[in-house]
């Protein structure tokens, strides 16, 4: 199991801070009469909180029950945590309006400017290039990185559910299985670029867009071979502190992809050294 991030840890701090407050220090508040209906308020969106996090877990386990899940499986578990999370906040904002409607007004500001924060499609747009110099024909570093049949063999958490007819053209659609961090997952890729012997890109359907590119180029001392990678967090990913993990999620993905594009390197220089 993946150790929380920081992010992580600070969101769930901000949440449980006013009911720690209010469970250890109960005496300095008072409850007015004409702050029932808030109190009743707040136990309707605990309540609620509770219920979608129920369902959040329900479907975390119907999905692991199975092989492999689809990435839109996924993110509506991330909604649903976001849903109940949102609900907890409101709660406690109008937990602490029955006692200091200043404490709840402060509370519900910095909430709504954190969810805010992130809407704008900039705060929430992740990507990288990564790129290697193998020594080959732009014909052999073009044919291995565009035809999905040799994927597996410099990603080796993927394989092919279905293979696809070759050559792919623009609009093709690729179907394919890949496990990462414990979780496997049927996507589905479709071919965005194809320029032959230079391009060729697919983005995933569904889940945050990512979209992927290999550039292949003659540069001195052989061929370049780049991946450029795109993609936005969607706003329950972001308000759940993925945006904040911006940086951190792309070095890693940015590492893993590295790795491939050496595999990648390896098999070309390997190849030629052949004939």
Known sequence: MSRPSPAAIVLVAFIAAPLLGLTLRPARFTVSAPALPALGLALLMGTAAVFLFGLSLAAGANRRARRASRPGEVHREVNLVAAAAGALVAGEALLLAVFRWELALAYAAVS???????IPPAMRRIGFRAAVVARCT??????????????????????????????????????????????TLDAEELVTDYVPGREFGT?????????????????????????????????????????????????????????????????????????
Do not use: C
């Not at 709504?112 to 992130?118: E, F, G, I, K, R």
């Not at 007819?165 to 609009?171: F, Q, R």
């Not at 001195?220 to 951190?248: C, F, H, K, Q």
């Open 112 to 118: 709504v400017a954190y969810a805010l924060l992130w």
């Open 138 to 183: 732009p014909q052999a570093a073009f044919d291995l990185v565009s035809d999905p049949g040799n994927w597996p063999r410099y990603w080796p958490n993927l394989e092919l559910r279905q293979r696809p007819t070759l050559p792919l053209h623009t609009g093709d659609v690729i179907h394919d299985r890949v496990t990462t961090d414990g979780l």
């Open 203 to 275: 983005s995933v359907i569904g889940g945050r867009g990512s979209r992927g590119v290999y550039q292949v180029s003659p540069v001195d001392g052989g061929m370049e071979i780049a991946y450029v990678y795109s993609a936005s967090l969607t706003l329950p990913e972001a308000w759940l502190g993925n945006a904040i993990n911006r940086g951190a999620l792309q070095s890693r993905l940015r590492a893993n992809r590295l790795a491939a594009l050496l595999r990648i390197k390896h098999l070309l220089e390997a190849e030629r050294a052949q004939l």
